[in-house]
């Protein structure tokens, strides 16, 4: 990685947390950075923050770059690779997050037979946490992988995956930080039902959901083995267990992940040919 030049296409929530991860890697000069965006008040505070380069101009970004990460909405993209295909090289690798859209489709776009890795991170990468799946196109081999997967590993856990399964992704973690969100807001407002204060009541639901997540990373045990675990009988939570049950829980959780595959898959939805 030392000396590679990378342009960040896109600096919104996830693009913003994905540069700001990888400057806090050793291997990491601010100087070997290009950010733009169509936002130049968002840009000037961010060069001002992280001391990169930016610009609105993103030719003139990927002209110089060794590695752009593609980080822009995927309503956006047929315009983004219109703009910059003139300056693409083969020597280049593309990384994108934009969510649905297939690295067959970019390499159309840009009429270039180039590495492109498509990636599907989270918002929390924002804390060096996201869970990430990343999946390489045909011209990809494994050396533009592993540049990819250590890049991403600068903002939490990289996994490998057939880019069919992407849409999954993207429905599952790409997704999920909502769902985790939700349920600690219901969490929290069920403390304060039952007489907590907010403030203590939110930070117990937070703390709740870490240590639950750390007992199932650091056991590696299934989530149902540890749900038995604290199911005594006649106790508090096997009567929780079977209130959630009767609302039908896990089955909301499935149609939600499920309803979020698809609007994945229709974001990703493109023309026959390439936009132009």
């Known amino acids: 990685m030392d000396g590679k030049k990378i342009a960040v296409i896109g600096v919104g929530n996830m693009g913003a947390a994905l540069l700001k991860g990888m400057l806090r890697r050793p291997w990491a000069k ?18 001002k923050e992280v001391g990169v380069k930016t610009t609105t101009d993103n030719r003139k970004a990927v002209a110089g770059a060794d ?18 295909k003139g300056e693409l090289k083969t020597r280049q690798i593309i990384i994108s997050i934009a969510a649905g859209v297939t ?8 009429g270039k037979e180039m590495p492109i890795i498509r990636a599907m991170p989270n918002i929390s990468a924002l804390v060096d946490a996201s869970a990430t799946a990343i999946s390489p196109g045909k011209h990809a081999d494994k050396n533009h992988t592993k540049l990819a997967r250590e890049i991403l590993e600068s903002v939490g856990t990289v996994v490998e995956v057939r880019e069919t399964l992407m849409d999954s992704v993207t429905g599952l973690s790409g997704t999920g930080p909502m769902y985790v969100f939700l349920l600690v807001e219901g969490l929290s407002d069920a403390g304060v039902k039952v007489g907590l204060s907010r403030d203590i009541s939110n930070a117990l639901s937070v703390q709740t959901v870490l240590g639950s997540a750390k007992i199932m990373r650091e056991t590696g045990w299934h989530p149902a ?13 096997i009567s929780a267990l079977h ?23 229709e974001l990703g939805k493109r023309p026959d040919k390439c936009e132009e």
């Open 67 to 84: 590695i752009i990460i593609l980080s822009v909405k995927p309503q956006i993209i047929d315009i983004v690779l219109e703009e910059m």
């Open 30 to 47: 601010s100087e070997n950075f290009t950010a733009t965006d169509i936002d130049s008040s968002k840009l000037k505070s961010l060069s």
């Open 243 to 265: 209130s959630l049950e009767k609302s039908g829980m896990k089955a909301m959780l499935i149609d939600a992940v499920e309803t979020a595959t698809k609007r994945s898959a």
């Open 103 to 110: 690295t067959d489709y970019i390499q159309e776009c840009i």
């Open 225 to 237: 083995r540890l749900k038995d675990l604290v199911t005594s009988p006649g106790g508090t939570a």
